[in-house]
């Protein structure tokens, strides 16, 4: 059975950082891209970052980049999200997921692209 499990959120003052984890089982994870999403309250689900199958592809929102950076280890079923100098606007839930297909060297950011979802990670974001 495909799962997805995120941990590693919590309560971070400003200027801080956390790092989510999202572990993976009941699929080829090497095989498929993975995405992180964000959802704060009364907002859409937005893409955060993504990493294809082999890692050699990252991308990142705009409101992120440079402080966000995604990895992934193939050999322990996982996909990191390293957030340094978190703002308050930064405060959401953290969802991974993966594509509804395979994809080559390459991965997207958009919402409707992913089919399976993890449970979320609270990440929150005040001094």
């Known amino acids: 059975q495909l799962q997805l499990v995120e941990s590693g959120g919590g309560l971070v003052q400003p200027g801080g950082s956390l790092r989510l984890s999202c572990a993976a089982s009941?699929?080829?994870?090497?095989?498929?891209?993975i995405g992180w999403f964000r959802q704060a309250p009364g907002k859409e689900r937005e893409g955060v970052s993504c990493?294809?199958?082999?890692?050699?592809?990252?991308n990142y929102a705009d409101s992120v980049k440079g402080r966000f950076t995604i990895s992934r280890d193939n050999a322990k079923n996982t996909v990191y999200l390293q957030m340094n100098s978190l703002k308050p606007e930064d405060t959401a839930v953290y969802y991974c997921?993966?594509?509804?297909?395979?994809?080559?060297?390459?991965?997207?950011?958009?919402?409707?692209?992913?089919?399976?979802w993890g449970q979320g990670s609270q990440v929150t974001v005040s001094s």
């Open positions: 997921a993966i594509p509804r297909t395979r994809w080559g060297p390459f991965c997207s950011l958009l919402r409707t692209d992913f089919g399976s």
């Open positions: 009941g699929f080829i994870f090497d095989y498929y891209a």
């Open positions: 990493i294809s199958s082999s890692g050699g592809f990252t």
